[in-house]
């Protein structure tokens, strides 16, 4: 297939003025083959492996950013869920351990992040899950670059509120552990978690994987906002299909990289990521997007609709350019990295209401938003268990990432730096659910999930 010079212009403007970008490759590494009754082999065989691997990643990564021009964003490392290979070492201390190894391997290795020290608990908790669980604010306040996941429901088995009832806490005390609460921006709750998804803080490599496996994310916020903006009087549906086209043309430039860098890496190319993930540089803004629709803030009536309308877009322009689209697959809307959401919500047209609701229509659900310090636990765990529960009944992957930050009140805000952004902190609620929570037990699963 020839290219023309009009398209080699196009895609050098994407990358130079759009900030198209690969935004993660992310090699997934089975560990299950690592396992050894000394804790002490069994750590270093872990470090072993994951630095050989981060250290192909990150030589091969780099030879196709210069190659192609294309800047990769981020490097990062998926492993086996960790509970799983942790039943024989079942101890905080072995949690912590595990994870202050995982840590330094991915430092050495020149590594963002590792995911994956994780469960599923989605029908309930084994010692090891438990453990996991209660060694988190440990785990963040020990390490920089470990994320964590719990998958928590799926709208076969119904969703765990005993393991949920366990998260608010777990949070409070991470926040109390960590500066500004960070650690709580590196752990995630899920409902229906996918095993290729390579986007952080729920990567994970999930148990039907191959030994390895390269995921790529790739994300174009900016481009599609500029389509948009040259496009403002025309209808829905044409509107639509020039997203398509544009997402096409985005997902097709992961395709080429990712194939490429598997291959070199002589490992299975997994999947393409086509969320369009935005991040706090100036014009890379989901929210943007939404008001080049004609919304007049992201937040305002109208905006699940036109969420849904770039929802639905993405993915089928996603699907046109792959045939192994996977991972989460859509549009991120989480409230501290993006420049446009940060803004809404200080100047009061978003709130936690609203935001729930626009998750109804996205992926993947309450992202990065901080919430005050002395918010309740219970509290909490009912934020979470609101969300996951859209998950759950409509079939979809939803998940939660709540930072409460100590000594901070509603209207004021917090700056993580980085990727992380600054969370304006948003207000809560004050009516509580505790009764209802302390019910316990699991949500039935839903009767969609009797499809046999």
């Not at 900030?19 to 560990?31: A, C, H, K």
């Not at 604010?137 to 920089?144: E, K, Q, R, T």
């Not at 095993?195 to 790739?218: C, K, Q, R, W």
Request: glycine share 10%; proline share 4%.
């Amino acid at each position: 297939m020839s290219i023309s010079a009009e398209e080699v212009f196009e895609t050098a403007n994407m990358i130079l003025r759009q900030n198209l970008d690969i935004r993660t490759t992310t090699l997934g590494i089975n560990l299950k083959d690592c396992i050894d009754n000394d804790f002490g082999r069994f750590t270093d065989n872990v470090y072993q492996k994951i630095l050989k691997h981060s250290l192909r990643l990150i030589r091969e990564a780099d030879k196709l950013e210069i190659k192609y021009g294309i800047p990769i964003v981020n490097k990062r490392i998926s492993v086996t869920p960790i509970s799983l290979i942790m039943e024989t070492h079942c101890s905080k201390q072995s949690f912590v351990e595990m994870a202050k190894t995982l840590d330094r391997a991915a430092k050495d290795g020149g590594i963002d992040y590792i995911g994956g020290f994780g469960a599923f608990v989605q029908k309930g908790l084994t010692d090891s899950d438990r453990v996991l669980i209660e060694s988190l604010p440990d785990v963040f306040a020990s390490s920089d670059r470990v994320c964590s996941f719990l998958n928590v429901g799926t709208n076969v088995a119904g969703m765990n509120l005993d393991a949920i009832n366990m998260l608010g806490h777990m949070l409070k005390e991470t926040a109390s552990k960590t500066k500004d609460a960070v650690g709580c921006a590196k752990f995630v709750a899920f409902a229906n978690a996918p095993e290729d998804n390579p986007f952080m803080a729920g990567a994970y490599h999930g148990i039907g994987e191959p030994d390895t496996s390269l995921n790529i994310g790739v994300s174009g916020p900016g481009v599609v906002h500029s389509v948009v903006e040259k496009n403002r009087d025309c209808d829905l549906t044409q509107l639509s299909e020039i997203i398509k086209r544009t997402v096409f043309k985005v997902t097709r430039s992961g395709e080429l990289i990712g194939r490429e860098l598997a291959k070199n890496l002589n490992v299975p190319f997994g999947i393409v990521d086509i969320s369009l993930a935005p991040t706090t540089a100036q014009g890379d803004s989901v929210a943007n997007i939404i008001e080049a629709f004609g919304i007049e803030s992201i937040g305002a009536h109208g905006t699940t609709m036109a969420v849904a309308l770039l929802m639905d877009a993405v993915k089928k322009g996603g699907a046109m350019a792959s045939g192994n689209v996977g991972g989460l697959s859509g549009t991120f809307i989480p409230v501290s990295e993006d420049s446009g959401m940060i803004e809404a919500v200080r100047k009061g047209a978003l709130d936690l209401n609203k935001l729930e609701a626009l998750t109804s229509v996205c992926s993947v659900g309450l992202d990065m938003f901080a919430i005050p310090g002395d918010t309740p636990a219970e509290t909490i765990n009912a934020i979470i268990a609101d969300e996951l529960a859209i998950g759950v009944i409509n079939n979809k992957t939803t998940a939660v990432r709540v930072i409460p930050v100590p000594g901070k009140k509603a209207g004021e805000s917090v700056d993580f730096g980085g990727l992380l952004g600054e969370a304006p902190v948003m207000d809560v609620n004050p009516y509580s659910a505790r009764d209802f929570l302390k019910r316990g037990g699991r949500l039935p699963a839903p009767v969609t999930s009797m499809r046999n």
